[in-house]
């Protein structure tokens, strides 16, 4: 009797020791995941971003500064388009996109990052997991998968989402956003993460980063002819077609005028992008931060403004959604040279 009692209880500590040495549930890595967050005084992280929503995949870094409460610097960087670099700051003073090689700043009245998913936050993503009570979860040799919903406010053509944290440090890997159809049309791959990152007092101030990357005029307008104007056109046109194209001058140089007709009407201005010789107050904007992969834009109801290849842009229509005004902006590639 007694070598049986053994028996199991040597049986019982076998088992004991597999259950403690198997993988962490799903609860479990939430909790460690949650657990991270609560102990970062801040965090640095570095990521290169790919968008498949346009005509073409658009590439740009992104370097990721936050620090406890509520400060943010995203800085968003493409080879191809360097004058155009913007950054995402939040500070006590509000929410801005800052393009620094233009001395360009827009203040937003914005609850951003919280109204929103952000595929480069790690907050954002842990905040995600947790809402989504139907949250798939699957580990492999190296990662713990999440499979989520997002919350994209003006694009409801990425609903899902797959997160990679990796299973020693609990860090982010790589996000890929999905569309209806399970497609990836963007990816997130991380390439550092600092969770004892240390800050300057001034590295959230407007003045620091709006130095950050000021260039002279001269470098700004690139090819030297100060009135020659790249004109983009869109290749979604939302069943319209262009019916009139308008060119104009004004004090800043030249300006076109993109009329389009059809079954939704728009119009898209465009201006040779020009450099702010002082430093100026940030233009109030009563809208959304929206990515567009290429260039970040100000998105409200009727207006989607952006800046991309030296080019200033508003797109304008009281009958596409908000949703199709971001299509056709990503789809604003295709050129013509005047």
């Known amino acids: 009797m007694k070598r049986k009692i053994g028996g199991w209880i040597i049986v019982f500590g076998f088992v004991l020791l597999l259950s403690a040495c198997g993988e962490k549930s799903q609860e ?26 346009g005509q073409e995949q658009q590439k740009f870094n992104i370097d990721v500064w936050h620090k406890k409460d509520d400060l943010y610097r995203v800085a968003l960087s493409n080879n191809e388009d360097e004058k155009g670099n913007q950054i995402i700051l939040k500070n006590k003073d509000g929410v801005f996109v800052l393009t620094p090689a233009l001395s360009k ?12 998913s952000q595929p480069y936050l790690y907050q954002s993503l842990v905040k995600d997991i947790e809402k989504d009570k139907e949250a798939a979860f699957e580990v492999s040799d190296s990662h713990y998968i999440f499979k989520t919903k997002t919350n994209y406010q003006s694009n409801n053509n990425l609903p899902y989402q797959e997160i990679y944290f990796d299973k020693k440090t609990f860090q982010p890997v790589q996000v890929n956003v999905l569309d209806k159809d399970k497609n990836a049309l963007v990816e997130v791959k991380f390439s550092s993460f600092d969770k004892k990152a240390t800050f300057k007092d001034n590295d959230f101030t407007m003045k620091k980063n709006m130095a950050s990357g000021a260039v002279a005029e001269e470098e700004v307008s690139g090819d030297g002819v100060e009135d020659t104007l790249t004109v983009f056109y869109p ?20 300006r076109v005028i993109l009329t389009f007709e059809g079954e939704k009407n728009f119009t898209l201005v465009e201006e040779k992008s020009k450099v702010q010789t002082t430093m100026m107050s940030p233009n109030e904007v009563k809208g959304e931060i929206v990515n567009l992969g290429f260039a970040v834009g100000a998105i409200s109801a009727n207006t989607l403004e952006w800046s991309h290849n030296g080019v200033d842009f508003m797109l304008a229509s009281d009958e596409l959604t908000k949703q199709e ?13 005047k």
């Open 28 to 53: 479990d890595v939430v909790a460690e995941l949650k657990d991270n967050l609560d102990e970062m005084d801040g965090y640095k992280a570095k990521a290169e971003m790919s968008m498949n929503t």
């Open 105 to 116: 700043s827009f203040k937003f009245q914005s609850e951003w990052p919280d109204n929103s």
């Open 235 to 254: 290749s979604y046109m939302a069943g319209s077609e262009l019916t009139e194209k308008k060119e104009a001058s004004t004090e800043e140089g030249e």
């Open 325 to 337: 005004l971001i299509q056709v902006a990503q789809s604003v590639q295709s050129k013509e040279v």
